[in-house]
């Protein structure tokens, strides 16, 4: 079955990186767009970065230039490197997928931009 397993997340001060990991199974990864969403509290989720399978990307404009998408299609991975943090960075960050008509979420993985 299709697997989403999100990691890297944490407590990071305002200017700091992190990295954010998404390991997949269950799919053909290569084949698939990966995205990665965030959802503040008391805020929809909402689209950060995504990668097509040809390695195309695209950015929400709040991140654009502070954030990179990149794609592992040996280790079935998708990482976020979110450069820059600022506070309104903070949020529970999702991997996401969609495979033979269905969409798939992990479990998150929780960022916290504070001084």
């Known amino acids: 079955q299709v697997q989403l397993v999100e990691s890297g997340g944490g407590l990071v001060q305002p200017g700091g990186s992190l990295r954010l990991s998404c390991a997949a199974s269950g799919f053909a990864f290569s084949r698939n767009a990966m995205r990665w969403y965030r959802q503040a509290p008391g805020k929809a989720r909402e689209l950060v970065a995504a990668?097509?399978?040809?390695?195309?990307?695209n950015y929400a404009d709040s991140v654009l230039g502070r954030f990179t998408i990149f794609r592992d299609n040996v280790k079935n991975m998708v990482d976020l490197q979110m450069n820059s943090l600022k506070p309104e960075d903070t949020a529970v960050y999702y991997c996401?997928?969609?495979?033979?008509?269905?969409?798939?979420w992990g479990q998150g993985t929780q960022v916290t931009v504070s001084s």
């Open positions: 990668i097509s399978s040809g390695g195309s990307t």
């Open positions: 996401k997928t969609e495979w033979m008509g269905k969409a798939y």
